[in-house]
C-alpha cells in the first residue's frame, strides 16, 4: 500500500525537531524499547489470564478480580502505544511502507475491537461468574479471539526487522 | 583455559566457539529462513509474555489489586508461569547457540542471567512463603508485599538488563 499522503506526512514527522530529538539521544530509543517489553508483560500477562479463566483454566478464580487486574494490562498499552509512537516518529519511513507493520496495526485493531465488545457487549450481560463458575460461549469466543490477536500482535512486531526490513 | 590446554598439548580448547560453529548454533544464525532465528526471537518474546506478565498479575495481586479475587487461587497460575519460563529458557538456549563466543564476553548478559536467577527465586519464595503455608484470608504473611515488590523490581530490571545487551556490553 503506497500513499502519497502517508510519504508527505512522514516527511512532515521525519523533519519535527521531536523525532530529530529521539534520533540524536542515546537513551531514548533503548529505553523506550525496555518499556515497551514492559508493557507488553503487563498486557499479556493479565489478558491471558483473564481470557484463560474464561476458557475454563483455573476455574477456583473469580472472574470479577481478574477483570479488575486487565486495569494494569490497559496500563500496559497505553505504555506501548506511547513508547511504539516514539519509535514511529523516530523513524516512519522504516513503518509506512512496512507490510508486517500495517498487519500488526491490523491485528491491534481487531484485538481492540474484540476487547470493547467483551466489554460492552458481552460483560453486561454475563452474571458474576464466582470460583467454579464456567463462562457463556459468548466469552469464550472472544476469550480464544483475544489469545490469538495478542499473539498475532507479539509476531508481527518481532518480524518486524526481517520480513520488513525496519529495525 | 587455554594455556591448561597448550601446556596438555592438545589443541587450544575454545568450547563456545564450538557451539557457535556447530550444526545448530549455525542453522540458527545463518538460515535464511524465517523459521530460524526470528522463531526463536518470537518465542522468546511470548515466554517473557508469559513468565513476567503471570509473575507480575500475581505480584499486583498481592499488592492488593483484583481483590474479587481470593489470593490463594491465584497459585493455579505458577504452571503457567513456569510453562513461560521454559519457552524463554530453550529459545533463550537456542539464541544464545547462535552467537555463543559474543555472549561468552558480554557483561551485560551475565547481569541479566543473575537477575533472572534473583527474580526466580523471588517467585519461589512467594509460592512458598504465600502460596503454601496456611494463613486466614485478609492477613497476609509477613513480608508477603515486600516479597511481591522485591519481584516486581527484579523482573523490570532483567527485562532492562536483556534489551540493553542489545547496545552495551560487547
Same mark, same amino acid.
Given at each position: 500500500?503506497?500513499?502519497?499522503?502517508?510519504?508527505?506526512?512522514?516527511?512532515? =514527522?521525519?523533519?519535527?525537531?521531536?523525532?530529530?530529538? +529521539?534520533?540524536?539521544? #542515546?537513551? +531514548?530509543?533503548?529505553?523506550?524499547?525496555?518499556?515497551?517489553?514492559?508493557?507488553?508483560?503487563?498486557?499479556?500477562?493479565?489478558?491471558?489470564?483473564?481470557?484463560?479463566?474464561?476458557?475454563?483454566?483455573?476455574?477456583?478464580?473469580?472472574?470479577?478480580?481478574?477483570?479488575?487486574?486487565?486495569?494494569?494490562?490497559?496500563?500496559?498499552?497505553?505504555? &506501548?502505544? =506511547?513508547?511504539?509512537? $516514539?519509535?514511529?516518529?523516530?523513524? *516512519?519511513?522504516?513503518?509506512?511502507? &512496512? =507490510?508486517?507493520?500495517?498487519?500488526?496495526?491490523?491485528?491491534?485493531?481487531?484485538?481492540? $475491537? &474484540?476487547?470493547?465488545?467483551?466489554?460492552?457487549?458481552?460483560? *453486561? &450481560?454475563?452474571?458474576?461468574?464466582? #470460583?467454579?463458575?464456567?463462562? *457463556?460461549?459468548?466469552?469464550?469466543?472472544?476469550?480464544?479471539?483475544?489469545?490469538?490477536?495478542?499473539?498475532?500482535?507479539?509476531?508481527?512486531?518481532?518480524?518486524? #526487522?526481517?520480513?520488513?526490513?525496519?529495525? | 583455559?587455554?594455556?591448561?590446554? /597448550?601446556?596438555?598439548?592438545? /589443541?587450544?580448547?575454545?568450547?563456545?566457539?564450538?557451539?557457535?560453529?556447530?550444526?545448530?548454533?549455525?542453522?540458527?544464525?545463518?538460515?535464511?529462513?524465517?523459521?530460524?532465528?526470528?522463531?526463536?526471537?518470537?518465542?522468546?518474546?511470548?515466554?517473557?509474555?508469559?513468565?513476567?506478565?503471570?509473575?507480575?498479575?500475581?505480584?499486583? /495481586?498481592?499488592?492488593?489489586?483484583?481483590?474479587?479475587?481470593?489470593?490463594?487461587?491465584?497459585?493455579?497460575?505458577?504452571?503457567?508461569?513456569?510453562?513461560?519460563?521454559?519457552?524463554?529458557?530453550?529459545?533463550?538456549?537456542?539464541?544464545?547457540?547462535?552467537?555463543?563466543?559474543?555472549?561468552?564476553?558480554?557483561?551485560?548478559?551475565?547481569?541479566?542471567?543473575?537477575?533472572?536467577?534473583?527474580?526466580?527465586?523471588?517467585?519461589?519464595?512467594?509460592?512458598?512463603?504465600?502460596?503454601?503455608?496456611?494463613?486466614?484470608?485478609?492477613?497476609?504473611?509477613?513480608?508477603?508485599?515486600?516479597?511481591?515488590?522485591?519481584?516486581?523490581?527484579?523482573?523490570?530490571?532483567?527485562?532492562?538488563?536483556? /534489551?540493553?545487551?542489545?547496545?552495551?556490553?560487547?
Amino acid at each position: 500500500m503506497q500513499f502519497a499522503v502517508l510519504d508527505t506526512f512522514s516527511k512532515w =514527522v521525519s523533519h519535527t525537531r521531536v523525532s530529530n530529538a +529521539i534520533i540524536e539521544s #542515546p537513551w +531514548i530509543w533503548p529505553a523506550s524499547e525496555t518499556l515497551h517489553f514492559i508493557g507488553l508483560a503487563m498486557l499479556l500477562g493479565t489478558v491471558a489470564l483473564l481470557d484463560l479463566r474464561m476458557l475454563g483454566f483455573a476455574r477456583s478464580l473469580d472472574l470479577r478480580g481478574l477483570h479488575r487486574l486487565t486495569r494494569w494490562g490497559i496500563a500496559g498499552f497505553v505504555i &506501548n502505544t =506511547v513508547t511504539g509512537g $516514539i519509535f514511529f516518529v523516530a523513524a *516512519p519511513f522504516q513503518y509506512i511502507h &512496512n =507490510v508486517v507493520f500495517q498487519l500488526k496495526l491490523l491485528a491491534m485493531l481487531l484485538a481492540g $475491537i &474484540n476487547a470493547l465488545v467483551f466489554e460492552f457487549r458481552i460483560l *453486561p &450481560n454475563m452474571e458474576d461468574i464466582g #470460583p467454579g463458575g464456567d463462562a *457463556p460461549a459468548a466469552a469464550k469466543f472472544t476469550a480464544a479471539f483475544s489469545l490469538v490477536l495478542w499473539l498475532c500482535v507479539m509476531f508481527f512486531g518481532r518480524m518486524l #526487522p526481517f520480513l520488513g526490513e525496519s529495525f | 583455559m587455554r594455556c591448561v590446554w /597448550r601446556v596438555w598439548g592438545t /589443541r587450544p580448547m575454545n568450547i563456545f566457539l564450538d557451539i557457535q560453529q556447530s550444526v545448530p548454533g549455525t542453522f540458527i544464525r545463518e538460515s535464511p529462513s524465517i523459521l530460524a532465528y526470528p522463531t526463536f526471537l518470537f518465542l522468546h518474546t511470548v515466554g517473557l509474555g508469559l513468565l513476567v506478565g503471570t509473575g507480575i498479575a500475581i505480584d499486583l /495481586r498481592i499488592l492488593g489489586a483484583g481483590r474479587e479475587t481470593a489470593l490463594k487461587p491465584m497459585g493455579k497460575f505458577f504452571s503457567l508461569l513456569m510453562v513461560g519460563f521454559w519457552i524463554s529458557a530453550i529459545s533463550g538456549a537456542a539464541l544464545w547457540m547462535a552467537d555463543a563466543q559474543t555472549w561468552a564476553k558480554d557483561v551485560v548478559f551475565y547481569i541479566k542471567l543473575g537477575l533472572i536467577v534473583l527474580a526466580m527465586l523471588s517467585t519461589r519464595l512467594i509460592r512458598h512463603r504465600v502460596f503454601q503455608s496456611s494463613w486466614s484470608e485478609g492477613s497476609l504473611p509477613a513480608g508477603s508485599q515486600a516479597l511481591a515488590v522485591c519481584s516486581l523490581i527484579l523482573w523490570t530490571a532483567a527485562i532492562t538488563a536483556g /534489551r540493553l545487551t542489545a547496545y552495551i556490553g560487547k
